[in-house]
Nanobody
């Protein structure tokens, strides 16, 4: 499985961005898709996850109500719509794929990772 993340950029606080993650290869093995982020000097942290059907989603508390994860299985693509962005959202965002049927927010549970896309939010 290969993952290609895109959509990052530099925005002002309060703006929106939509990240995309296109999966290729043996995508039928993927159950959950997640987004993580890593700010400078910090560990990579969980942001959101979505099940194959889209019926299960989960978010870290700091983004609830602002970010929305979705997926288009026909396009093998997962999205992260980010609204009301804050400077503390600045990070490299990574998409990841989990072949386990039980979702997790632990990064060591994910089997495949994209290359990351930079999101910078200025005040």
């Amino acid at each position: 499985v290969q993952l290609q993340a895109s959509g990052g950029g530099s925005v002002q606080a309060g703006d929106s961005l939509k990240l995309s993650c296109a999966a290729s290869g043996r995508t039928s093995s993927i159950h959950f898709m997640g987004w993580f982020r890593q700010a400078p000097g910090k560990e990579r942290e969980f942001v959101a996850v979505i099940s194959r059907s889209g019926s299960i989603t989960s978010y870290t508390d700091s983004v609830k109500g602002r970010f929305t994860i979705s997926r288009d299985n026909a396009k093998n693509t997962v999205y992260l719509q980010m609204n009301s962005l804050k400077p503390e959202d600045t990070a490299v965002y990574y998409c990841a794929a989990d072949t386990s049927p039980i979702y997790s927010s632990r990064r060591d549970r994910y089997d495949y990772w994209g290359q990351g896309t930079q999101v910078t939010v200025s005040s």
